[in-house]
């Protein structure tokens, strides 16, 4: 670990702050869907360490399930964003999103709502 890093947190500590399960955050790294950012775990032994960001792209993400939006639709909204956006921005994390239980829509700072799940469809301007 570097001197630059001076905050992590491990899987347990996540899944307590965040309220996942611990099966929920392993099949998210398994699937590449969040990833710890600090060190991944690389087999038996290893520690999963997780950033400030990457607690709040997870906190993202439960609070959008529980408004009823299915996985998939949070993965295509978060994969629409990660393409869309400037490369050495975390742009999952740069937008308001906006959820009816059906869509995810992103607000972002020009004041542009889309729907991420109709790959960034102008729903309307303010």
Known sequence: M??????????????KIIGLSYRQLDYYDRTDFVKPSINNGA???????YSFDDLLKLKVIKKLLEAGVS?????KAKKYLEE???????????????????????????KDII???????????I
Request: hydrophobic share 25%; glycine share 10%.
């Open 115 to 125: 729907d991420t799940l109709k790959s960034g469809q102008g729903v309307f301007g």
């Open 43 to 49: 087999g038996y032994g290893s520690r999963r360490m």
């Open 71 to 75: 996985l998939q639709k949070i993965r």
């Open 84 to 110: 869309n956006g400037n490369s050495s921005d975390n742009n999952f994390l740069k937008v308001t999103l906006i959820s009816d239980g059906n869509s995810v829509y992103a607000c972002s700072s020009d």
């Open 2 to 15: 570097t001197e630059a890093v001076k905050y992590y947190y491990r899987s347990k500590e996540v899944c």
